[in-house]
């Protein structure tokens, strides 16, 4: 459980998933300022939050990580689709069929080439959801079983992407989120996505409060991901973490570098082009200079209010320059 405690008060402009399961109702996006009650939880999940995951026979073992051998950067530019199957309102990996998703990915990535960096698509599945019920360990979010997690697993492979595992731990702390998903973690072409806009504190509840993070839980995650690269002699492993607002992230100076993790921070601003453009370089002012940065871009709220979505030109022109672009 979590256990830090602060002043709740802020709703989330953000979906919520009713829950974790095949045909699972999604709430739709609270406007600012508005709490809504989160969802209660739908009927047989497909995942549990407490039960151990459905044993399921790994895909064969990736020879070498989807960008090949040596280092990811500065060589390469990640650009990826992000959501789950059957929630719509968490990201474009939710609409149509997953086996779409690589031809729509590459033809996404496209405009994203450029002289020196070859794109390397990425996949990031919410494999870990907030949801409206506690649940019986209290914790207000459902983990993905294995048969779930091989399916995107399979999916990513087949159009030679990195799965990002994403996490979004409700009141349950990071590092045993993770460290649920070891066994895929220990593959060469699978790393994490952390949504600390979703881990909320004890007397907070996910929907309600915006959830937050501190460097040092971020530090410990990593930490873990370091000696999971060193025991399996694996290629470097990605590590995400999300950021809308400077609140979500504390102390972030606690967080430092680790052999093997390549730490990147994706920032999250919904809005219009310069909106977004202010909170990127809000955002990223204060992030360690071993922190690479990502971009997302909503493919429905950011064209909402008679805005537009940033092109391909306007995201790379920003500074720092991202390493990695998300749509949602």
């Known amino acids: 459980m979590r256990t830090r405690h602060r002043a709740a008060a802020t709703a989330l402009a953000a979906a919520l998933l009713a829950g974790c399961s095949h045909g699972a109702s999604t709430a739709t996006a609270p406007q600012p300022g508005t709490p809504s009650p989160a969802p209660s939880t739908p009927t047989a999940p497909t995942t549990s939050p407490a039960s151990s995951p459905t044993p399921s026979p790994t895909p064969r073992r990736a020879a070498v990580a989807p960008?090949?051998?040596?280092?990811?950067?500065?060589?390469?530019?990640?650009?990826?689709?992000?959501?789950?199957?059957?929630?719509?309102?968490?990201?474009?990996?939710?609409?149509?069929?997953?086996?779409?998703?690589?031809?729509?990915?590459?033809?996404?990535?496209?405009?994203?080439?450029?002289?020196?960096?070859?794109?390397?698509?990425?996949?990031?599945?919410?494999?870990?959801?907030?949801?409206?019920?506690?649940?019986?360990?209290?914790?207000?979010?459902?983990?993905?079983?294995?048969?779930?997690?091989?399916?995107?697993?399979?999916?990513?492979?087949?159009?030679?992407?990195?799965?990002?595992?994403?996490?979004?731990?409700?009141?349950?702390?990071?590092?045993?989120?993770?460290?649920?998903?070891?066994?895929?973690?220990?593959?060469?072409?699978?790393g994490i996505a952390l949504d600390p806009e979703w881990a909320v504190d004890d007397d907070e509840l996910p929907g309600?409060?915006?959830?937050?993070?501190?460097?040092?839980e971020l530090d410990v995650v990593a930490a873990y991901l370091a000696s999971v690269v060193a025991e399996g002699h694996l290629p470097e492993k990605v590590m995400v973490y999300h950021q809308l607002s400077p609140r979500i992230?504390?102390?972030?100076?606690?967080?430092?570098?680790?052999?093997?993790?390549?730490?990147?921070?994706?920032?999250?601003?919904?809005?219009?082009?310069?909106?977004?453009?202010?909170?990127?370089?809000?955002?990223?002012?204060?992030?360690?200079?071993?922190?690479?940065?990502?971009?997302?871009?909503?493919?429905?709220?950011?064209?909402?209010?008679?805005?537009r979505l940033m092109t391909p030109r306007e995201v790379m022109r920003l500074r720092p320059r991202p390493d990695y672009v998300v749509f949602e």
């Open 67 to 190: 960008w090949g051998r040596g280092p990811l950067f500065p060589g390469h530019l990640l650009v990826g689709f992000a959501g789950h199957e059957h929630a719509s309102t968490l990201g474009i990996l939710g609409t149509g069929t997953l086996e779409s998703k690589g031809a729509q990915l590459k033809a996404r990535s496209a405009p994203y080439a450029a002289k020196g960096r070859t794109v390397v698509p990425v996949f990031e599945f919410l494999a870990t959801l907030v949801h409206g019920s506690a649940g019986k360990d209290k914790t207000y979010r459902s983990r993905s079983d294995d048969a779930l997690v091989e399916k995107y697993l399979r999916a990513a492979r087949k159009a030679h992407a990195v799965l990002l595992l994403g996490i979004q731990p409700g009141r349950a702390d990071f590092l045993p989120e993770v460290q649920a998903y070891e066994k895929w973690l220990r593959e060469p072409d699978v």
């Open 208 to 216: 309600r409060n915006f959830g937050h993070t501190t460097g040092s």
């Open 249 to 307: 992230v504390r102390d972030e100076r606690r967080l430092h570098p680790h052999k093997g993790v390549v730490l990147l921070k994706s920032v999250d601003g919904i809005g219009s082009p310069g909106a977004k453009t202010g909170t990127y370089r809000q955002i990223v002012a204060d992030t360690p200079s071993f922190v690479r940065t990502g971009f997302k871009l909503f493919l429905q709220e950011d064209v909402e209010r008679g805005h």
